[in-house]
């Protein structure tokens, strides 16, 4: 499990997909990850505890359970 995610998650350009699944201890994510330009799945299920940051609801999909799809171009 973590517990935390460091802000220089966001160094992670390259980055496609997140899986954060079953972290119930983990309770915010930085909010910059929605900034990520390739990242296009972020994968929360079963960390119900996370606050989900309002940009995740304005620049994705919440595709329930946990599973969130950004709208950023695939490459």
């Known amino acids: 499990c973590v517990a ?3 802000q220089s998650i966001c160094n992670l350009k390259k980055l496609k ?3 954060l699944m ?3 201890e983990l309770t915010e994510i930085p909010e910059c990850i929605v900034d990520l ?7 929360l299920k079963g960390s119900n505890n996370i606050q989900i940051p309002k940009s995740f609801e304005e620049k994705g999909t ?3 359970g946990g599973m969130w799809e950004l709208d ?3 490459e």
């Open 4 to 6: 935390s995610i460091p």
């Open 17 to 19: 997909f997140l899986a």
């Open 22 to 24: 079953n972290n119930r």
């Open 37 to 43: 330009p390739k990242l296009l799945f972020v994968n």
């Open 62 to 64: 919440d595709l329930g």
């Open 72 to 74: 950023n171009e695939y």
